[in-house]
């Protein structure tokens, strides 16, 4: 039996009346910049977060680079982040001239490793960025004491984990800037690009307000150079009704992680860690293997759905010829993107395809 990756079609059929009257709503008011399904998007989401603010972007890379902009960062500044993520992660940093410093993985949780943040400090640092890869918090308790110790600024990249948890606090809240993604394929995922920073400072609210609006707090009088950058109505009214579901959803996911968990355990199939410390929501489950190819292989021809995020480290992109890193220097980093698989996990996957997707890796990894 072919199962999807994801299929997002059974997920709109699910709520299908609820989304299609939000839609036609936003048509029939015609307030399709800032209506009032933005406002009221960014005040649940806030709520949901735990903090005050929450400001809609066009996409969780223009949340990561507004962050950026609205926390001073300038041309030749240092940002501390992981290794391994998704590109936006890394570019977002260039793209507003500073200077992208990585730090190794967690192998366990392919997360930054708090304990190799400190000495990649220098006095060009002013931001560490940690990414929540894949569902999973970053530990944050160390990475916020050496953030504190050194008066550094924290954006955390929360794509993968809006309603993640470390310690019963929400991915994003922790005094500073929290940045997520609203692409189709997030655990809260809308039908287009879209994204929204949370924080619980007001000023840092009011900078991103403004650099998402081309840098103007009154209308063509921008103070600085700013972005068109703004969550459409129709986006949020999408995502308002899909908000409701999002704690069933993220529910749904655990549940077939923990099937996964134990249907592998004593295989040579490597299962994601969720600390002590995590709620982990499973925006990705991700396996390592010793066989990579031949189980892609395998996957590919029982036309099992599955995706390698993500097949180059940071260091050893064609896009960074001129930052001091070579091979070898990030050996976690590396082994990750030598190694893992993500295999299906949304919510409305069928006992039967999890059984099949379960069944071909056993027979496939030995």
Not at 106 to 133: G, S
Not at 143 to 157: Q, S, T
Request: charged share 25%.
């Amino acid at each position: 039996m072919a199962v999807p990756l994801l299929d997002m079609k059974r997920q709109y059929v699910k709520i299908k009346d609820e989304i299609d009257r939000a839609v036609i709503n936003v048509l029939e008011h015609g307030r399709f910049i800032f209506g009032p399904e933005v406002t009221a998007l960014e005040e649940k989401l806030a709520a949901f977060s735990g903090v005050k603010y929450g400001i809609g972007v066009a996409s969780g890379t223009d949340a990561l680079l507004l962050s950026l902009r609205a926390a001073g960062v300038k041309p030749g500044d240092e940002v501390i982040t992981s290794d391994y993520s998704f590109i936006s992660s890394t570019t977002v940093i260039s793209r507003v001239g500073a200077i992208p410093v990585f730090v190794d993985i967690d192998p366990d949780t392919f997360n930054i490793n708090p304990k190799l943040i400190e000495k990649a400090i220098t006095k060009k640092t002013r931001v560490i960025m940690p990414v929540h890869l894949f569902g999973q918090c970053a530990d944050m308790d160390p990475i916020m004491a050496i953030a504190k110790k050194h008066n550094l600024v924290i954006i955390e990249d929360a794509a993968q984990s809006l309603g993640a948890k470390y310690k019963n606090r929400m991915a994003g809240s922790f005094e500073g800037y929290g940045c997520t993604s609203f692409y189709p394929t997030k655990n809260l995922g809308g039908a287009g690009d879209g994204g929204m920073v949370v924080t619980d400072n007001a000023d840092y609210a009011d900078r991103l307000k403004m650099f998402r609006n081309h840098g103007w707090k009154q209308k063509y009088h921008p103070t600085e150079i700013g972005y068109n950058s703004r969550l459409d109505s129709i986006q949020a009214a999408i995502l308002l009704v899909k908000l409701k579901y999002l704690n069933e959803a993220n529910e749904g996911r655990r549940a077939h992680a923990a099937k996964y968990d134990k249907a592998f355990a004593g295989t040579r199939v490597r299962t994601p860690k969720a600390k002590d410390y995590s709620y982990h929501i499973y925006n990705q489950y991700t396996i390592a293997v010793e066989n990579r190819d031949e189980l892609l292989k395998g996957l590919e021809a029982r036309k099992i759905g599955h995706e390698v995020y993500y097949p180059v480290p940071f260091h050893l992109l064609e896009c960074y010829p001129d930052l001091p890193y070579k091979k070898g220097d990030f050996p976690h980093s590396e082994w990750a993107a030598d190694s893992v698989v993500s295999i299906p996990v949304y919510p409305e996957l069928t006992d039967a395809e999890q059984d099949e997707v379960i069944e071909a890796i056993k027979e496939i990894s030995g």
